[in-house]
């Protein structure tokens, strides 16, 4: 069995899995898709990074006040989109002008700006562990993203069904 790791956008993905084209997609949310199930695995904190010398870089955590008038960069690749409309469901209802920039590289590289001060980001939990020069993580309180897995009721691949229970016995579900 190979296992091919594709980046993109839950949109995307799914529409893969609906065409049979992807066994199963791994995407943030638990939104019901048509044509799809959907079972919610894990979550994880969300985090912002900013440069080790942000004036917020000293607080340990970081309320949605707190990133109201910042700069925010993402990426114009998966999963920037994401990330600009998670900014966009936080911020916008704070009163304040949104500035998010999307910039034309992959998400490395956003982080290799972030520490150079063009702005801050976001990211889950499980990429706090890479230790990048220059920059700082630091968890927006009470913030969690819930993961999920998406697959058709259509494909009847054994390698999908095997997937999926793997999936679950890692997520600690079975």
Not at 26 to 33: C, K, L, N, R, V
Not at 93 to 118: E, K, P
Request: proline share 6%.
């Amino acid at each position: 069995m190979q296992v091919d790791i594709i980046d993109g956008n839950p949109p995307e993905h799914v529409a893969a899995v609906r065409k049979l084209c992807l066994d199963v997609a791994f995407i943030t949310g638990t939104t019901p898709w048509d044509g799809c199930e959907v079972e919610h695995l894990w979550c994880e904190k969300v985090f912002v990074v900013l440069p080790d010398d942000h004036p917020l870089a000293d607080k340990p955590e970081l309320g949605w006040d707190d990133l109201a008038n910042e700069r925010f960069i993402v990426s114009d690749v998966a999963p920037g989109q994401e990330i600009h409309d998670y900014l966009v469901a936080h911020l916008a209802g704070l009163g304040r002008h949104l500035d998010i920039q999307s910039q034309q590289v992959g998400r490395d590289n956003i982080l290799s700006l972030v520490a150079l001060g063009r702005g801050l980001t976001l990211t889950s939990e499980a990429t706090t562990d890479v230790q990048f020069p220059g920059i700082t993580y630091r968890h927006i309180t009470g913030e969690v993203l819930p993961f999920s897995m998406v697959w058709s009721v259509q494909n009847d691949n054994p390698a999908c069904r095997r997937l999926l229970s793997l999936a679950r016995l890692m997520a600690g579900r079975q």
